[in-house]
């Protein structure tokens, strides 16, 4: 699976967008791009994937870029319990996901 | 979403004895289960895949005899860490695919805190 690369840590207000960067520039071709949180002491929770088309949820956005070398989560309006490690891992077929040390989002009151 | 549970939560126990972590798909069938372990301000380590009815898959440098799989049904897998010393202290999470093959996310438990004292 391709390796991706995340901030180490970001801030962010309550209330506003927050946008979490990943690069997965060795990214292949049936690699999916997904997007999981941790919450202290909680198993990972899922938020969102796709493979090159932007996608929506309920949680979240993923913005993938044409060339699919990198990606963006974006929570639009963050909460102090979104505050969590999120992981951008790139997978492809059904193998276990591969966990990074991901970027650890801190939303501020 | 699909649920995945774990039992127990948190378990305490003493060095040199044996601890079962179970893990059990709620509303889902699961041919494959996956465990791992999370050291603190670590990430998580892919320890095992478990396949229903048939041998685990162990990654590099984990013990198959130490850390023992069970994956007798499509719901439940088990997780055995045998004569447990207290560098086995760690948060175990166990983790699903859906058997429904258009489904390739994967569906994790809370976490069990082993404390080994």
């Known amino acids: 699976d391709a390796k991706t690369t995340q901030p180490t840590s970001m801030d962010c207000a309550e209330g506003r967008a927050a946008n979490l960067p990943c690069n997965h520039s060795?990214?292949?071709?049936?690699?999916?791009v997904y997007w999981y949180r941790q919450i202290h002491s909680q198993g990972p929770q899922y938020i969102i994937h796709?493979?090159?088309n932007n996608e929506t949820n309920e949680m979240a956005s993923l913005i993938i870029t044409e060339d699919r070398k990198s990606s963006t989560l974006i929570l639009p309006h963050a909460t102090l319990r979104d505050t969590a490690v999120y992981y951008c891992i790139v997978k492809g077929g059904r193998r276990a996901l591969t966990f990074g040390s991901g970027t650890r989002l801190q939303v501020q009151p | 979403g699909a649920v995945v549970s774990q039992h127990p939560s948190r378990v305490i126990c003493k060095s040199g004895t044996s601890v079962k972590i179970e893990c059990r798909s709620l509303d889902f069938q699961a041919t494959t289960m996956f465990w791992y372990r999370q050291f603190p301000k670590q990430s998580l380590m892919l320890m095992a895949t478990?396949?229903?009815?048939?041998?685990?898959?162990?990654e590099q440098g984990v013990e198959k005899d130490k850390f023992l799989i069970n994956h007798a049904s499509l719901t439940l897998s088990t997780l055995t860490v045998t004569s447990a010393h207290p560098e086995d202290s760690s948060f175990y999470i166990c983790?699903?695919?859906?058997?429904?093959?258009?489904?390739?996310?994967?569906?994790f438990g809370p976490g069990t805190r082993l404390t080994v004292l």
């Open positions: 983790s699903a695919f859906p058997r429904d093959r258009g489904k390739d996310e994967q569906f």
């Open positions: 478990s396949n229903e009815g048939s041998k685990a898959t162990y």
């Open positions: 796709g493979l090159k």
């Open positions: 060795t990214i292949s071709g049936n690699e999916y």
